[in-house]
Protein backbone atom coordinates (compact mmCIF):
# COMPACT_ATOMS: atom_id res chain seq x y z
CA UNK A 1 0.00 0.00 0.00
CA UNK A 2 1.39 3.03 -0.67
CA UNK A 3 -0.52 6.65 0.68
CA UNK A 4 0.70 10.14 -1.22
CA UNK A 5 0.70 13.27 0.57
CA UNK A 6 -0.12 16.30 -1.69
CA UNK A 7 3.66 18.18 -1.27
CA UNK A 8 4.90 14.84 -2.84
CA UNK A 9 2.49 14.90 -5.95
CA UNK A 10 2.77 18.75 -6.73
CA UNK A 11 6.58 18.62 -6.35
CA UNK A 12 6.10 15.44 -8.31
CA UNK A 13 3.36 14.81 -10.55
CA UNK A 14 3.48 18.73 -11.96
CA UNK A 15 6.76 19.22 -11.53
CA UNK A 16 8.71 16.05 -12.22
CA UNK A 17 11.91 14.57 -10.40
CA UNK A 18 14.90 12.70 -12.18
CA UNK A 19 14.10 9.09 -12.22
CA UNK A 20 17.01 6.43 -12.81
CA UNK A 21 16.18 3.79 -15.64
CA UNK A 22 16.50 0.46 -16.58
CA UNK A 23 13.91 -2.14 -18.14
CA UNK A 24 11.46 -3.32 -16.49
CA UNK A 25 11.82 -1.90 -12.63
CA UNK A 26 11.52 1.92 -11.55
CA UNK A 27 13.14 3.28 -8.51
CA UNK A 28 11.17 4.47 -5.10
CA UNK A 29 13.67 7.05 -3.98
CA UNK A 30 12.04 10.58 -4.87
CA UNK A 31 15.66 12.31 -5.64
CA UNK A 32 19.08 10.87 -6.07
CA UNK A 33 17.81 8.15 -7.99
CA UNK A 34 20.03 5.39 -8.71
CA UNK A 35 20.05 1.94 -9.20
CA UNK A 36 17.64 -0.46 -11.41
CA UNK A 37 15.01 0.56 -13.62
CA UNK A 38 11.83 1.77 -11.84
CA UNK A 39 8.80 3.71 -11.16
CA UNK A 40 9.42 6.79 -9.03
CA UNK A 41 5.60 6.13 -7.00
CA UNK A 42 6.64 9.29 -4.70
CA UNK A 43 6.52 10.71 -8.70
CA UNK A 44 3.61 9.35 -9.81
CA UNK A 45 1.52 10.98 -7.53
CA UNK A 46 -1.55 13.03 -8.33
CA UNK A 47 -1.46 16.63 -9.69
CA UNK A 48 -1.33 18.31 -6.07
CA UNK A 49 -2.49 22.29 -6.08
CA UNK A 50 0.60 24.54 -6.15
CA UNK A 51 1.61 26.90 -3.11
CA UNK A 52 0.13 30.40 -3.05
CA UNK A 53 0.01 33.12 -0.53
CA UNK A 54 -2.70 32.86 1.85
CA UNK A 55 -6.54 34.60 -1.97
CA UNK A 56 -42.75 52.04 4.91
CA UNK A 57 -51.69 56.10 8.18
CA UNK A 58 -53.82 55.19 9.51
CA UNK A 59 -57.49 56.16 8.24
CA UNK A 60 -58.95 59.32 9.01
CA UNK A 61 -62.35 59.17 11.15
CA UNK A 62 -65.58 59.94 9.60
CA UNK A 63 -67.57 63.60 9.13
CA UNK A 64 -71.33 64.01 9.01
CA UNK A 65 -72.27 67.49 8.49
CA UNK A 66 -76.27 68.60 8.22
CA UNK A 67 -77.08 71.23 6.17
CA UNK A 68 -79.60 74.38 8.11
CA UNK A 69 -83.36 74.38 7.36
CA UNK A 70 -85.18 76.55 5.10
CA UNK A 71 -86.82 79.67 6.58
CA UNK A 72 -90.45 80.43 6.93
CA UNK A 73 -93.34 82.09 4.67
CA UNK A 74 -94.33 85.42 4.04
CA UNK A 75 -97.14 86.55 6.02
CA UNK A 76 -100.31 87.74 4.58
CA UNK A 77 -100.79 91.38 3.23
CA UNK A 78 -102.66 93.78 5.59
CA UNK A 79 -105.67 95.60 4.20
CA UNK A 80 -105.94 98.83 2.58
CA UNK A 81 -107.27 102.11 4.03
CA UNK A 82 -109.97 104.35 1.59
CA UNK A 83 -111.41 107.57 2.20
CA UNK A 84 -115.79 106.63 1.59
CA UNK A 85 -117.73 110.30 0.57
CA UNK A 86 -121.38 109.66 1.67
CA UNK A 87 -122.48 113.17 1.51
CA UNK A 88 -125.55 113.83 -1.71
CA UNK A 89 -123.65 116.70 -2.87
CA UNK A 90 -125.10 118.36 -6.44
CA UNK A 91 -122.21 120.23 -6.94
CA UNK A 92 -119.67 119.06 -8.49
CA UNK A 93 -116.35 117.87 -6.67
CA UNK A 94 -113.39 118.29 -8.29
CA UNK A 95 -111.40 117.17 -5.25
CA UNK A 96 -110.04 114.23 -6.38
CA UNK A 97 -109.44 111.85 -3.51
CA UNK A 98 -106.72 109.90 -3.72
CA UNK A 99 -105.77 107.37 -1.90
CA UNK A 100 -102.16 107.37 -0.58
CA UNK A 101 -102.26 104.40 1.89
CA UNK A 102 -98.43 103.09 1.56
CA UNK A 103 -98.90 100.65 3.87
CA UNK A 104 -96.15 97.64 3.14
CA UNK A 105 -96.72 94.83 5.22
CA UNK A 106 -93.16 93.30 6.21
CA UNK A 107 -92.75 90.01 7.32
CA UNK A 108 -90.20 90.60 10.18
CA UNK A 109 -90.20 86.33 10.83
CA UNK A 110 -86.74 85.49 11.05
CA UNK A 111 -86.89 81.52 10.68
CA UNK A 112 -83.14 80.34 11.47
CA UNK A 113 -82.95 76.64 11.83
CA UNK A 114 -79.38 76.10 13.08
CA UNK A 115 -78.45 72.27 12.93
CA UNK A 116 -75.55 72.48 15.52
CA UNK A 117 -75.13 68.54 14.89
CA UNK A 118 -71.62 66.78 15.20
CA UNK A 119 -71.16 63.77 14.28
CA UNK A 120 -67.86 62.44 15.68
CA UNK A 121 -66.71 58.94 14.60
CA UNK A 122 -65.07 57.38 18.30
CA UNK A 123 -64.46 54.14 16.47
CA UNK A 124 -60.36 53.23 16.67
CA UNK A 125 -58.97 51.05 14.22
CA UNK A 126 -56.02 48.74 14.34
CA UNK A 127 -52.94 50.02 12.92
CA UNK A 128 -51.05 47.51 10.06
CA UNK A 129 -48.37 45.43 11.04
CA UNK A 130 -46.04 43.10 9.69
CA UNK A 131 -43.59 40.61 11.58
CA UNK A 132 -40.21 39.40 10.34
CA UNK A 133 -39.60 36.43 12.42
CA UNK A 134 -36.16 35.14 10.88
CA UNK A 135 -33.55 35.00 7.84
CA UNK A 136 -31.38 32.52 6.77
CA UNK A 137 -28.65 32.70 5.59
CA UNK A 138 -27.06 34.46 8.40
CA UNK A 139 -23.94 35.59 6.67
CA UNK A 140 -22.71 36.26 3.17
CA UNK A 141 -19.82 37.87 0.94
CA UNK A 142 -19.88 41.95 1.27
CA UNK A 143 -19.76 41.59 -2.82
CA UNK A 144 -23.59 40.84 -2.61
CA UNK A 145 -25.41 38.72 -4.29
CA UNK A 146 -26.66 36.50 -1.51
CA UNK A 147 -29.61 34.87 -2.35
CA UNK A 148 -32.08 35.50 1.49
CA UNK A 149 -35.04 34.09 2.68
CA UNK A 150 -36.99 36.01 4.97
CA UNK A 151 -39.95 34.31 7.06
CA UNK A 152 -43.17 36.07 9.06
CA UNK A 153 -45.85 38.29 7.28
CA UNK A 154 -48.15 39.40 6.18
CA UNK A 155 -46.03 40.16 2.73
CA UNK A 156 -47.41 41.51 -0.55
CA UNK A 157 -46.18 42.62 -3.65
CA UNK A 158 -45.57 46.22 -2.16
CA UNK A 159 -42.58 44.53 0.22
CA UNK A 160 -39.54 46.28 0.75
CA UNK A 161 -36.53 45.02 2.06
CA UNK A 162 -33.68 46.36 3.22
CA UNK A 163 -29.88 44.68 4.39
CA UNK A 164 -28.02 47.14 6.61
CA UNK A 165 -29.92 50.52 5.17
CA UNK A 166 -28.94 49.04 1.74
CA UNK A 167 -32.25 48.28 -0.55
CA UNK A 168 -32.03 44.65 -1.21
CA UNK A 169 -33.90 43.23 -4.53
CA UNK A 170 -36.89 41.24 -4.32
CA UNK A 171 -37.05 38.19 -6.21
CA UNK A 172 -39.97 36.98 -4.82
CA UNK A 173 -42.97 37.24 -2.42
CA UNK A 174 -45.89 35.49 -0.88
CA UNK A 175 -47.78 35.98 1.88
CA UNK A 176 -45.17 34.43 4.75
CA UNK A 177 -41.85 34.13 2.62
CA UNK A 178 -39.90 37.14 0.56
CA UNK A 179 -36.79 36.12 -1.28
CA UNK A 180 -34.30 38.75 -2.09
CA UNK A 181 -30.51 39.21 -3.20
CA UNK A 182 -28.58 41.45 -0.81
CA UNK A 183 -26.82 44.14 -1.89
CA UNK A 184 -22.94 44.73 -1.64
CA UNK A 185 -21.57 46.97 0.79
CA UNK A 186 -17.93 48.31 1.56
CA UNK A 187 -18.62 47.38 5.14
CA UNK A 188 -18.40 44.22 6.81
CA UNK A 189 -19.53 42.89 10.37
CA UNK A 190 -23.17 42.37 11.57
CA UNK A 191 -26.11 44.49 9.83
CA UNK A 192 -29.90 44.86 10.53
CA UNK A 193 -32.49 43.92 8.33
CA UNK A 194 -35.83 45.21 7.66
CA UNK A 195 -39.09 44.89 6.30
CA UNK A 196 -41.61 47.39 5.22
CA UNK A 197 -45.27 46.49 3.60
CA UNK A 198 -46.89 50.25 3.35
CA UNK A 199 -46.51 51.89 6.60
CA UNK A 200 -45.94 49.13 8.48
CA UNK A 201 -42.21 47.61 9.52
CA UNK A 202 -40.53 45.12 11.48
CA UNK A 203 -36.68 44.69 11.61
CA UNK A 204 -34.27 41.50 12.84
CA UNK A 205 -31.24 43.84 14.38
CA UNK A 206 -27.78 42.60 13.93
CA UNK A 207 -28.71 39.27 11.85
CA UNK A 208 -26.63 39.35 9.09
CA UNK A 209 -23.38 39.18 9.11
CA UNK A 210 -21.52 40.39 6.16
CA UNK A 211 -18.27 39.34 5.57
CA UNK A 212 -15.37 40.04 3.43
CA UNK A 213 -15.53 38.42 0.28
CA UNK A 214 -15.98 38.99 -3.09
CA UNK A 215 -19.29 37.32 -4.55
CA UNK A 216 -18.34 34.45 -6.23
CA UNK A 217 -21.94 33.18 -7.90
CA UNK A 218 -20.98 30.99 -10.98
CA UNK A 219 -17.57 31.24 -10.12
CA UNK A 220 -15.27 28.72 -8.79
CA UNK A 221 -14.41 28.98 -5.21
CA UNK A 222 -13.13 25.92 -3.81
CA UNK A 223 -10.88 23.71 -5.69
CA UNK A 224 -9.07 20.78 -4.90
CA UNK A 225 -8.52 16.88 -5.78
CA UNK A 226 -9.62 13.68 -4.37
CA UNK A 227 -7.80 10.94 -5.75
CA UNK A 228 -7.25 7.40 -6.42
CA UNK A 229 -4.20 5.92 -8.38
CA UNK A 230 -4.69 2.51 -9.85
CA UNK A 231 -1.27 1.33 -11.09
CA UNK A 232 -1.15 -0.91 -13.98
CA UNK A 233 1.34 -3.47 -14.45
CA UNK A 234 3.96 -5.56 -13.08
CA UNK A 235 6.99 -3.38 -13.34
CA UNK A 236 6.75 -1.00 -10.18
CA UNK A 237 9.14 -1.90 -7.67
CA UNK A 238 7.51 -1.80 -4.02
CA UNK A 239 4.25 -3.07 -4.87
CA UNK A 240 2.39 0.21 -4.98
CA UNK A 241 -0.85 -1.25 -5.38
CA UNK A 242 -2.77 2.36 -5.20
CA UNK A 243 -2.03 5.88 -4.02
CA UNK A 244 -4.70 8.18 -2.81
CA UNK A 245 -3.93 12.47 -3.18
CA UNK A 246 -6.48 15.07 -1.00
CA UNK A 247 -6.14 18.94 -1.05
CA UNK A 248 -8.15 21.64 -0.97
CA UNK A 249 -7.74 24.97 -0.97
CA UNK A 250 -10.24 28.53 -1.12
CA UNK A 251 -9.23 30.23 -4.31
CA UNK A 252 -10.15 33.94 -5.80
CA UNK A 253 -13.42 33.63 -7.34
CA UNK A 254 -12.84 32.94 -11.16
CA UNK A 255 -14.36 30.59 -14.00
CA UNK A 256 -11.83 28.03 -14.03
CA UNK A 257 -12.16 24.33 -13.78
CA UNK A 258 -9.31 22.05 -12.12
CA UNK A 259 -8.38 19.97 -15.46
CA UNK A 260 -7.16 23.28 -17.16
CA UNK A 261 -4.04 22.27 -14.87
CA UNK A 262 -3.23 20.08 -17.11
CA UNK A 263 -4.54 21.74 -20.75
CA UNK A 264 -6.21 24.92 -22.19
CA UNK A 265 -8.59 23.56 -24.54
CA UNK A 266 -11.10 21.09 -24.12
CA UNK A 267 -10.82 18.11 -27.28
CA UNK A 268 -7.19 19.42 -26.83
CA UNK A 269 -3.45 18.79 -25.64
CA UNK A 270 0.09 20.96 -25.13
CA UNK A 271 3.24 20.56 -24.56
CA UNK A 272 4.70 21.83 -21.17
CA UNK A 273 1.92 23.61 -20.15
CA UNK A 274 2.14 26.81 -18.23
CA UNK A 275 -0.87 27.25 -16.04
CA UNK A 276 -2.35 29.85 -13.88
CA UNK A 277 -1.99 28.47 -10.34
CA UNK A 278 -4.43 29.29 -7.55
CA UNK A 279 -4.40 32.41 -5.13
CA UNK A 280 -5.17 30.72 -2.05
CA UNK A 281 -6.34 32.16 1.12
CA UNK A 282 -6.67 31.14 4.48
CA UNK A 283 -9.76 30.22 6.42
CA UNK A 284 -8.32 30.57 9.93
CA UNK A 285 -9.41 26.71 10.86
CA UNK A 286 -6.14 24.29 11.37
CA UNK A 287 -7.84 21.06 10.65
CA UNK A 288 -11.10 20.43 8.53
CA UNK A 289 -12.77 16.71 7.43
CA UNK A 290 -14.86 15.00 4.82
CA UNK A 291 -17.46 12.47 5.45
CA UNK A 292 -19.22 9.82 3.68
CA UNK A 293 -21.24 7.52 5.97
CA UNK A 294 -19.04 6.19 8.45
CA UNK A 295 -15.78 7.05 6.34
CA UNK A 296 -14.06 10.45 6.89
CA UNK A 297 -11.05 11.82 5.78
CA UNK A 298 -8.76 14.92 7.67
CA UNK A 299 -6.70 17.18 6.66
CA UNK A 300 -4.48 20.31 8.10
CA UNK A 301 -3.63 23.15 6.91
CA UNK A 302 -0.05 23.42 5.64
CA UNK A 303 0.94 27.05 5.74
CA UNK A 304 4.11 26.94 3.11
CA UNK A 305 1.58 25.19 0.93
CA UNK A 306 -1.28 27.49 1.65
CA UNK A 307 -3.75 24.59 1.11
CA UNK A 308 -5.65 21.62 3.19
CA UNK A 309 -3.66 18.43 3.01
CA UNK A 310 -4.61 15.11 4.26
CA UNK A 311 -3.59 11.64 4.13
CA UNK A 312 -5.83 8.26 3.95
CA UNK A 313 -5.94 4.70 3.77
CA UNK A 314 -7.48 2.58 0.90
CA UNK A 315 -10.96 2.13 3.06
CA UNK A 316 -11.30 6.04 3.28
CA UNK A 317 -11.34 5.97 -0.93
CA UNK A 318 -15.41 5.14 -1.97
CA UNK A 319 -15.64 5.02 -5.71
CA UNK A 320 -18.83 7.05 -7.42
CA UNK A 321 -20.11 8.50 -3.73
CA UNK A 322 -20.05 12.05 -2.29
CA UNK A 323 -18.23 13.40 0.61
CA UNK A 324 -19.25 16.40 2.56
CA UNK A 325 -17.83 19.29 4.00
CA UNK A 326 -17.81 19.11 7.82
CA UNK A 327 -18.83 21.70 9.84
CA UNK A 328 -15.82 24.38 9.61
CA UNK A 329 -15.48 26.50 12.79
CA UNK A 330 -13.40 28.38 15.01
CA UNK A 331 -12.16 30.17 11.81
CA UNK A 332 -12.95 33.69 12.93
CA UNK A 333 -15.94 33.28 10.17
CA UNK A 334 -19.33 31.51 11.26
CA UNK A 335 -19.54 28.01 11.11
CA UNK A 336 -20.50 26.44 7.39
CA UNK A 337 -20.72 23.10 6.04
CA UNK A 338 -20.68 21.77 2.33
CA UNK A 339 -23.12 19.13 1.38
CA UNK A 340 -22.05 17.09 -2.02
CA UNK A 341 -18.39 18.92 -1.37
CA UNK A 342 -16.70 16.52 -3.78
CA UNK A 343 -17.84 13.18 -5.49
CA UNK A 344 -16.02 10.43 -7.07
CA UNK A 345 -16.85 8.71 -10.10
CA UNK A 346 -16.61 5.13 -10.80
CA UNK A 347 -13.73 2.76 -11.32
CA UNK A 348 -12.77 2.44 -14.80
CA UNK A 349 -10.52 0.33 -17.29
CA UNK A 350 -8.06 1.60 -20.24
CA UNK A 351 -8.49 -1.02 -22.74
CA UNK A 352 -5.93 0.59 -25.17
CA UNK A 353 -2.59 0.90 -25.19
CA UNK A 354 -1.72 -2.20 -23.21
CA UNK A 355 -0.41 -0.95 -20.31
CA UNK A 356 -1.44 -3.61 -17.59
CA UNK A 357 1.77 -6.22 -18.38
CA UNK A 358 4.68 -7.88 -16.42
CA UNK A 359 7.00 -5.55 -18.26
CA UNK A 360 6.83 -2.04 -19.92
CA UNK A 361 5.52 -2.12 -23.65
CA UNK A 362 7.01 -0.13 -26.37
CA UNK A 363 5.23 3.11 -28.04
CA UNK A 364 5.99 5.24 -31.07
CA UNK A 365 4.26 8.70 -30.51
CA UNK A 366 1.63 7.36 -33.19
CA UNK A 367 0.47 4.61 -30.94
CA UNK A 368 -0.96 7.20 -28.43
CA UNK A 369 -4.66 6.38 -29.11
CA UNK A 370 -6.50 6.17 -25.71
CA UNK A 371 -9.96 3.84 -25.06
CA UNK A 372 -11.43 2.93 -22.21
CA UNK A 373 -14.48 2.01 -20.64
CA UNK A 374 -17.00 2.42 -17.24
CA UNK A 375 -16.26 5.90 -16.64
CA UNK A 376 -18.51 8.31 -15.19
CA UNK A 377 -15.91 11.39 -15.55
CA UNK A 378 -16.94 14.47 -16.67
CA UNK A 379 -13.65 15.16 -18.40
CA UNK A 380 -10.92 12.48 -19.19
CA UNK A 381 -7.44 14.33 -18.27
CA UNK A 382 -4.25 12.59 -20.02
CA UNK A 383 -0.84 13.62 -18.04
CA UNK A 384 2.60 11.94 -20.41
CA UNK A 385 6.16 12.39 -18.77
CA UNK A 386 9.19 11.84 -21.25
CA UNK A 387 12.35 11.43 -19.75
CA UNK A 388 15.24 10.97 -21.35
CA UNK A 389 17.41 7.18 -20.94
CA UNK A 390 19.78 8.64 -18.22
CA UNK A 391 16.61 9.83 -15.65
CA UNK A 392 16.23 13.20 -16.94
CA UNK A 393 12.92 14.61 -17.73
CA UNK A 394 12.35 16.36 -21.29
CA UNK A 395 8.89 16.90 -21.90
CA UNK A 396 5.27 16.75 -20.40
CA UNK A 397 2.11 16.86 -22.58
CA UNK A 398 -1.18 17.43 -20.99
CA UNK A 399 -4.43 16.54 -22.66
CA UNK A 400 -8.36 17.40 -21.81
CA UNK A 401 -10.55 15.26 -23.36
CA UNK A 402 -15.04 14.51 -23.54
CA UNK A 403 -15.50 11.28 -21.29
CA UNK A 404 -16.26 9.56 -24.31
CA UNK A 405 -14.63 6.78 -24.84
CA UNK A 406 -11.91 7.72 -26.69
CA UNK A 407 -8.92 10.00 -27.70
CA UNK A 408 -5.75 10.63 -29.53
CA UNK A 409 -2.67 12.46 -28.85
CA UNK A 410 -1.79 14.12 -31.64
CA UNK A 411 2.01 13.22 -32.82
CA UNK A 412 3.18 16.87 -33.38
CA UNK A 413 2.42 17.82 -29.91
CA UNK A 414 5.88 16.29 -28.99
CA UNK A 415 9.24 18.73 -29.13
CA UNK A 416 10.98 15.09 -29.69
CA UNK A 417 10.90 11.91 -29.72
CA UNK A 418 13.48 9.10 -29.35
CA UNK A 419 13.44 5.66 -28.93
CA UNK A 420 14.68 3.88 -25.29
CA UNK A 421 13.43 6.80 -23.68
CA UNK A 422 10.67 6.33 -20.32
CA UNK A 423 7.16 7.66 -20.76
CA UNK A 424 4.90 7.90 -17.75
CA UNK A 425 1.19 7.69 -18.79
CA UNK A 426 -1.74 9.37 -16.04
CA UNK A 427 -4.81 9.14 -17.07
CA UNK A 428 -7.57 10.45 -14.75
CA UNK A 429 -11.74 10.31 -14.54
CA UNK A 430 -12.41 13.90 -13.70
CA UNK A 431 -16.07 14.66 -11.64
CA UNK A 432 -16.07 17.97 -10.90
CA UNK A 433 -18.33 19.09 -8.12
CA UNK A 434 -20.84 22.39 -8.15
CA UNK A 435 -21.54 22.38 -4.21
CA UNK A 436 -22.93 26.11 -2.95
CA UNK A 437 -20.06 27.77 -0.69
CA UNK A 438 -21.97 29.66 1.58
CA UNK A 439 -19.12 32.00 2.71
CA UNK A 440 -18.69 33.36 -0.49
CA UNK A 441 -21.47 32.45 -3.08
CA UNK A 442 -19.21 30.42 -5.14
CA UNK A 443 -19.20 26.98 -6.16
CA UNK A 444 -16.92 23.60 -4.67
CA UNK A 445 -15.50 22.63 -7.82
CA UNK A 446 -13.50 20.17 -5.50
CA UNK A 447 -13.09 17.05 -8.18
CA UNK A 448 -13.48 13.31 -7.33
CA UNK A 449 -10.53 11.12 -9.42
CA UNK A 450 -9.80 7.68 -10.44
CA UNK A 451 -6.47 7.91 -12.90
CA UNK A 452 -4.94 4.66 -14.10
CA UNK A 453 -1.22 4.67 -14.24
CA UNK A 454 1.29 2.92 -16.24
CA UNK A 455 4.53 3.61 -18.19
CA UNK A 456 6.26 2.18 -21.81
CA UNK A 457 9.50 2.64 -22.97
CA UNK A 458 9.84 4.70 -26.11
CA UNK A 459 10.15 3.76 -29.84
CA UNK A 460 10.45 5.42 -33.36
Not at 323 to 338: K, Q
Not at 347 to 375: K, N, Q
Request: glycine residues 14%; proline residues 6%.
Amino acid sequence: MRTFYAPIAAAVLLSGCNIGLSPYKYDTGVTNDTGALSVDTDDVGGPGGPGGPGGPGGPGGGDDTDSSGPGGPGGPSGPGTGDADTDTDTDTDSDSDTDADTDTDTDTDTDTDTDTDTDADTDTEPAPSVDLTGISPTYGPNGGGTILTLTGGPFDATTLVTVGGNLATVLSTSATEVVVETPSTFSTGLVDVQVAVGSATDRLPSSFQYLDFDDATGLASFVGELSWFNYLGGYWTGSPDYGILWWWMLDTPRDWSYWEMFASTMEGCDSNYGWSPPIAHSLGAPTTSITNGSRSISSSWVVGESMYQGNASAIDYIDNTVYDLNTLSGSGLPSFDVPGFVETPDSWTLTSPSLDLAGMTTLRRSDLSFSWTGSTGDVMVLYLKRYSSAGALLETVGCAANDDGSFSVPSGVWSGWSANQTLYIYMGAFLEGAAEVPISNGESRVVGAYWNVGAATTRN
